[in-house]
């Protein structure tokens, strides 16, 4: 094998091992995101991440920032359950403007799509569930 060769050997395999750890540290990097959003949307873990930013400095504004929290916690659950009925009364209505439209057949793959997306959700949020306990 002449210079050239290796040197186009070699350079070829510093490319694809720099693809494979961009790739696996863009994964972690990733994932690690991931995770603090899901921690932030179990309850109580905005709570824990907001109280580990302020660090409060005694016990009573500890106590006064979890009354806020509640409240806040509270409203934010009305407006989440609010939204989600909204948004199931759209999808409702798009189902049935498209069944004017679909065939049979269009119709019938469209309804497993939205059951299994809805199927998803569910399972993901089980999941979340779970985790929280």
Do not use: C
């Not at 905005?46 to 409203?75: C, K």
């Amino acid at each position: 094998m002449n210079a050239r060769a290796k040197s186009a050997i070699i350079l070829l395999a510093t490319l694809v091992v720099g693809i494979v750890l961009g790739a696996l540290v863009a994964s972690r990097v990733i994932n690690h995101r991931l995770d603090e959003l899901r921690r932030m949307r179990s309850r109580g873990g905005f709570s824990q991440a907001l109280e580990n930013v302020v660090q409060p400095s005694s016990d009573l504004q500890r106590e006064q920032i979890h009354v806020i929290l509640g409240r806040s916690h509270t409203r934010m659950d009305s407006i989440n359950a609010e939204w989600r009925s909204r948004i199931r009364a759209s999808s409702d209505s798009l189902r049935s403007e498209l069944e004017d439209v679909l065939d049979a057949e269009q119709y019938e793959r469209m309804t497993k799509w939205f059951e299994d997306s809805r199927s998803r959700r569910n399972r993901d949020a089980s999941r979340r569930d779970r985790n929280q306990k």
